[in-house]
């Protein structure tokens, strides 16, 4: 009976470690209103985190790990239950999903709700999930959310931000950045690589330092752009708005009614383009 069960042991053994590698943990954290979760992600690896309701915080972690703090916030006929965790590990990538429907699942690919979003009424809609994550170097970082802005400092690799409702803000970070937001500001500091920054109603600011490289794209619709442009600035110019100026530092090509600009700045290279409708736009 010993030598039996010994086998079955083995065979078990066998079978985990000749699966795929994608390792799931699903309904995390739906008791209480507090939830920590660490796991180990080597440089060169992906974080990305889905929410829906609340905000999400990135700043660099000490260690090699993630570090993930959330926090429920319940809104009177909000029941903290409805929202819940799940944690996907695929390699060296982690996808980390909170959900607010008991049918929803999370993988590698993000976020899926299998039926409607609408079950649970004020109980689903009157609770917000804020997490904080520990991102470790060298690991890309994707944060998505619907209601809720997004901070992300201090990052050492590329950075995706999105969220549809509330303000993006990336500072001090060395990759790659794309920011998009539909209803708020965008703030945006970046340390080289290119940039994205984009919304419709709301203003942009960027900042960019020295010796980076990759074309620097913004774009929104209500609001103003302002940008700080690496220092020496070489890139291909063009700055446009419909009701409002275009101002810049640098020597361009304006229309009469200073509403375009563009040109060569330095040696050119990368280019540097940034547009709105309703704001004005201005390039130091």
Not at 8 to 34: E, K, M, N, Y
Request: proline share 3%; hydrophobic share 35%; aromatic share 4%.
């Amino acid at each position: 009976m010993i030598r039996t069960s010994r086998y079955v042991i083995a065979a078990a053994c066998a079978i985990v470690a000749g699966s795929a590698p994608l390792l799931a943990q699903q309904d995390l954290g739906r008791d209480g209103t507090s939830w920590h979760w660490d796991g180990p992600l080597a440089s060169g690896g992906s974080l990305k985190v889905f929410s829906i309701n609340g905000a999400l915080h990135f700043t660099a972690s000490p260690d090699g790990s993630v570090h993930v703090q959330a926090e429920k916030h319940v809104h009177p006929g909000g029941d903290p239950r409805i929202v819940h965790y799940a944690v996907v590990r695929d390699g060296n990538n982690v996808t980390i999903c909170a959900m607010w429907s008991d049918d929803a699942t999370c993988d590698a690919n993000g976020m899926h709700n299998n039926g409607s979003s609408e079950n649970g009424g004020d109980r689903r809609h009157n609770v917000t999930a804020e997490i904080s994550v520990q991102v470790p170097g060298g690991v890309s970082t994707n944060a998505n959310t619907i209601n809720g802005e997004v901070t992300i400092e201090r990052i050492s690799s590329d950075v995706k931000a999105r969220t549809v409702n509330g303000t993006v803000r990336v500072a001090q970070v060395t990759g790659q950045v794309a920011a998009r937001t539909v209803n708020g500001d965008v703030s945006v500091d970046t340390r080289g690589g290119s940039v994205s920054a984009e919304t419709v109603n709301g203003s942009l600011t960027a900042s960019m330092g020295s010796g980076g490289s990759g074309d620097m794209r913004f774009r929104t619709v209500n609001g103003s752009i302002d940008i700080t442009g690496p220092s020496p600035l070489n890139a291909d110019v063009e700055l446009s708005t419909s009701n409002g100026t275009v101002e810049s530092k640098y020597p361009l090509n304006f229309d009469r009614r200073h509403t375009h600009a563009d040109g060569t700045v330095g040696s050119g290279g990368r280019r540097l383009t940034a547009n709105t409708v309703n704001g004005s736009v201005t390039l130091h």
